[in-house]
């Protein structure tokens, strides 16, 4: 269904039929897009998983530039 609605939105966008659209880049673009979008936030769970991954892979990076700065003299 995703699909179809792409290629559809295309259709208005280039004026390429579905069949035209096998050829074009930026439609090929945006089939890539759809096909990774789909695989990758299946659920909406997905999207909140991604977040928390995001969070911690900074939440070292926070610590390691912590342990680099020079404390002020009070």
């Known amino acids: 269904m995703v699909g179809f609605f792409m290629a559809y939105g295309m259709d208005g966008l280039t ?15 945006a089939l890539l897009l759809t096909v990774v979008e789909v695989l990758l936030f299946r659920r909406k769970e997905d999207i909140a998983n991604i977040k928390k991954l995001a969070d911690e892979t900074t939440y070292y990076d926070k610590q390691w530039q912590a342990s680099w700065q020079n404390p002020k003299d009070s």
């Open 15 to 29: 004026g390429l039929d579905m069949v035209g659209q096998t050829g074009n880049f930026v439609c090929k673009a």
